[in-house]
């Protein structure tokens, strides 16, 4: 039956996907109160690495990144197929920083490969302590991603990552704010230690949000310092000079990350490394092509109004004319999901918008938007959630959202996607002078 649903629900939104948006849109939701603040202890000794999280590396390679409070222990990893079986290893770099009066623990970063696809393997860190384990994305569809924004470290985000746990994906994309520190480095620890579980398990891919800038007048002028210490993303092996955007490659997917903090006008390195990057893309080998970013280009929300714009104008005819399937932005503490649009236009050949800022921050949700709706906005809600992006093939693809109901996770909004670049009409279509 398992296998049956999926074809089932698409057969349901394509017969009916105006009484199904309907029927979602008016449905009555009662928010729970906030909740506080968590904070996670380290409990082990100094040598024992805490903090693990994983990342891709090209087509067949993992970085596992973590932490140490003994200064001397080793950028080691040993890994193998069976529990406590280590058949290889590798060693790589480490690296500290200090803000203010705070020093960093030991950051360290060893590439593990090459691995194969769709396979568990055992690793352990720095040659000692607790074994972890994680599963390599497939090489070929379908495949899952989990898409999550605004995470912070409240009971909120405890609650959604305990949904997202509830069922396989494959790779976690997070659309900038992490750890809502906030210069509070040791708030970076604790957030370290909170998603270590899911972290080390599954690959998380991220990109930066306004609160991973963390500058403080004349004293500490160096933007995103914590944040590029500690979650180091494969953007030298994509071609970028930042670890701020990057892009990468899971089976059939292509995925940019772009910065929404960092310079993007035309001319800049970001422009020019993007307009590289989307002419390299290959739709028979990539077919399908996703962005993410954290401030969105398109927001009814009162929150945040008008904080993407200036790159939307400045990029958005780049992902147009690339033909990209979908954006994903954070930011706005809400969710919504817009329809395919360009230049504040319904068109067949854009991307379709998606904001999914609602992880579980401690600054709460945002609450009011704009009246009357906008039609190109399709669905639209102040919850906490997640998101689940499933491509099934080169042609289809199903995004859900999953609304973060106290202790259970209820599908909200849902809506399938056809490639574009398969439709005849985007594919050919040349774009005019004037359009773009």
């Not at 384990?133 to 912070?152: A, C, M, Q, R």
């Not at 494969?234 to 310079?263: C, K, Q, R």
Request: hydrophobic letters at 35%; charged letters at 20%; proline letters at 6%.
């Amino acid at each position: 039956m398992e296998n049956i649903w999926p074809h089932l629900f698409f057969f349901f939104f394509i017969s009916f996907p105006h009484q199904l948006l309907q029927l979602e849109a008016s449905s009555v939701y009662t928010r729970p109160p906030p909740r506080r603040i968590l904070s996670t202890p380290h409990k082990g000794s100094n040598s024992d690495p805490q903090q693990v999280h994983i990342s891709l590396v090209g087509s067949d390679h993992v970085r596992v990144s973590w932490i140490t409070d003994d200064k001397k222990a080793p950028s080691l990893v040993e890994y193998g197929k069976l529990p406590g079986k280590y058949e290889a290893s590798a060693t790589g770099e480490n690296e500290s920083y200090n803000y203010f009066f705070y020093w960093s623990g030991e950051i360290h970063h060893v590439k593990i490969g090459p691995l194969d696809h769709s396979t568990t393997y055992y690793y352990r860190c720095g040659g000692r302590g607790q074994e972890f384990s994680f599963k390599t994305p497939p090489s070929t569809f379908p495949l899952e991603f989990v898409i999550v924004g605004d995470l912070g470290q409240t009971e909120w985000t405890a609650s959604t990552l305990s949904h997202v746990n509830e069922s396989d994906y494959d790779v976690f994309l997070l659309p900038g704010d992490l750890s809502y520190a906030d210069t509070q480095q040791p708030l970076w620890d604790s957030f370290g230690r909170l998603v270590q579980p899911y972290a080390s398990q599954r690959p998380w891919m991220v990109t930066e949000g306004n609160h991973e800038i963390e500058t403080f007048f004349i004293f500490e002028n160096k933007p995103f310092k914590s944040y590029n210490a500690r979650w180091r993303m494969p953007f030298e092996e994509s071609g970028s000079t930042s670890n701020l955007y990057y892009s990468f490659d899971v089976a059939g997917v292509h995925i940019i990350m772009l910065g929404s903090y960092t310079e993007f006008e035309a001319g800049s390195d970001q422009y020019k490394w993007l307009e590289a990057d989307l002419a390299k893309v290959d739709r028979w080998r990539t077919p399908w092509l996703v962005v993410l970013l954290h401030a969105p280009w398109y927001n009814t929300n009162t929150a945040h109004q008008g904080e993407g714009e200036s790159m939307r104008n400045a990029m958005e005819a780049l992902l147009y004319q690339a033909r990209v399937d979908v954006v994903f932005a954070g930011h706005v503490h809400a969710y919504e999901r817009f329809a395919r649009v360009y230049k504040n236009t319904a068109k067949q050949c854009g991307p379709m918008h998606v904001t999914i800022g609602d992880g579980g921050n401690r600054e709460g949700l945002a609450l009011d938007f704009k009246e009357p709706p906008s039609p190109l906005s399709l669905f639209r809600e102040a919850s906490f959630g997640h998101g689940r992006f499933r491509v099934f093939n080169q042609t289809h693809a199903h995004w859900s959202w999953h609304r973060n109901n106290d202790s259970e996770s209820t599908v909200a909004d849902g809506v399938w996607l056809q490639n574009l670049s398969v439709s005849s009409v985007c594919m050919e279509h040349s774009c005019t002078k004037d359009e773009l």
